[in-house]
């Protein structure tokens, strides 16, 4: 595989080999060599580099990391002047050789090789569903003295009250208001179809692309695959957005709540498990599942504020948790409901029969929020966790019947809290580390805290003259 590496490098002419990795946040890392220095020796050994300025991971006097390419990731990148291959690496401890217990594509890997070792199934296919925001312009700052944030779109409605430009053409959606009307309501569909096409370059199975509820924001979809792929997916699918949106003057984010009153953006997650070629979500219970699905919908609730902190990771993510605006914070699972944690899509095939969570946001780690999911489901297999009654009500207005369910954590301290009650289904197999966790909750707490001590504009508002 290397020597073909080596030959693919030369046949498309390459000047730069980018090697890239992925922190505990979810920010892809990179570091780039003339071709002239990748070699046999190197791919085959790995780059040394300084894991104590990656937060989360070595401290100062155990810095030294290694980055090992997988030379089956590579794709080349569409925004280099120069021609570049980025290759994906997982990152090892240089004195053990082994993979460290920190790198979340190699935690990914590893709940891979539990699955097939538990005998439960032989595949985990996940099908994300990440929504994002694409904005004309954005200032903000957290100063001691100045705490400030303000958006730009074409499509807000303040946009008509600004002078009359060659932009005062009026179609903006309302509020709620912008799935999915054709252009020139959807200012954006050009952008996103490059976008698409940019994601199919670089190896993606591209499927759709279209506008959804807020003014300014947008989803693009791509098939479905096993985990690690999945998280290399929506890592090359962020990348895209993100330069796209830059090389048109414009900003994307995956903040799932910029705006303050319309919907936010989530993560919809489709999941299925399969042994062989056999479809372990089939079969003859509620909406057509099988009692395997339903005992893995039944690990998912049982540990869902667990899983919080992971899939819903930052402190803007609870703003989107809220009722009223799609957002599912009420810990059930029905057919067709989309206003319950866990939502049975229709499906006429039984290779299409899956169940979509549809808590997670797109700032989840695109290893870890998978990788936490999938160690709950089996949970629930092995134990044989029923999820109990379907709810096929709309929880957002049927109340009385809301208020009996249980619900999602409303702030990332709420699922701290859980996370440090409830990690020990994600200790089996030793797929993630109780000092991992342990590191994970102290990072996070850190933001908790930071978010808690700096006063915000509403409070000057409604309490400066008080």
Request: net charge negative.
């Amino acid at each position: 595989m290397t020597k073909a590496f080596l030959k693919k490098l030369e046949t498309e002419q390459v000047r730069f080999v980018d090697f890239r990795f992925t922190d505990i946040q979810g920010i892809w890392h990179h570091m780039s060599f003339p071709v002239e220095a990748v070699d046999e020796k190197l791919l085959a050994e790995g780059i040394y580099f300084d894991g104590s300025s990656i937060q989360g991971w070595r401290h100062i006097h155990e810095s030294d990391m290694l980055m090992k390419p997988d030379l089956d990731s590579v794709h080349l990148d569409p925004f280099s002047v120069q021609t570049t291959m980025i290759v994906i690496c997982d990152i090892y401890d240089p004195k053990t050789q082994e993979p460290y217990n920190r790198d979340p594509r190699s935690i990914g890997k590893k709940v891979e090789a539990y699955l097939k070792k538990s005998g439960i199934a032989t595949k985990a296919y996940f099908g994300p569903e990440a929504e994002f925001f694409v904005f004309d312009g954005v200032r903000f700052g957290a100063e001691p003295t100045s705490t400030f944030f303000e958006l730009e779109s074409e499509e807000f409605q303040a946009e008509n009250r600004r002078e009359i430009t060659p932009s005062s053409h009026g179609h903006r959606p309302l509020a709620k208001g912008g799935y999915f009307p054709v252009a020139p309501l959807d200012s954006l569909n050009d952008i996103r179809a490059e976008m698409v096409t940019v994601m199919q370059r670089m190896g993606l199975d591209m499927e759709k692309h279209h506008h959804e509820v807020a003014p300014a924001q947008h989803e693009l979809g791509f098939k479905f695959a096993e985990l690690t792929q999945t998280g290399d997916n929506l890592q090359i699918y962020k990348y895209a957005v993100r330069n796209v949106a830059h090389s048109y003057g414009k900003t994307a984010t995956f903040m799932p709540k910029p705006i303050f009153g319309d919907n936010g953006s989530g993560m919809h997650v489709h999941q299925s498990l399969w042994k062989g070629d056999k479809p372990l979500f089939a079969g003859n219970d509620y909406s057509g599942l099988s009692e395997t699905a339903l005992y893995y919908i039944g690990g998912i609730l049982k540990h869902a504020k667990a899983i919080n902190a992971f899939t819903n990771p930052t402190t803007n993510s609870y703003k989107r948790l809220v009722p009223g605006y799609e957002a599912p914070v009420i810990l059930a699972y029905s057919a067709q409901n989309r206003s319950a944690a866990c939502r049975i899509p229709t499906a006429q095939d039984e290779k299409a029969k899956r169940i979509e969570i549809r808590f997670p946001d797109p700032l989840a780690n695109p290893y870890l929020g998978t990788a936490v999911m999938l160690m709950a489901g089996l949970d629930g297999i092995r134990n044989k966790i029923h999820p109990g009654k379907a709810s096929d009500h709309n929880l957002f207005e049927e109340h009385d019947i809301a208020a009996k369910l249980p619900h999602m954590c409303g702030s990332l301290r709420e699922a701290l809290d859980a996370l440090t009650l409830d990690y020990e289904f994600l200790l089996e197999g030793d797929v993630f580390t109780k000092d991992f966790i342990e590191d994970y909750l102290t990072m996070k707490w850190q933001e908790v805290k930071d978010y808690e001590r700096t006063p915000h504009p509403l409070e000057f508002l409604k309490y400066y003259s008080l």
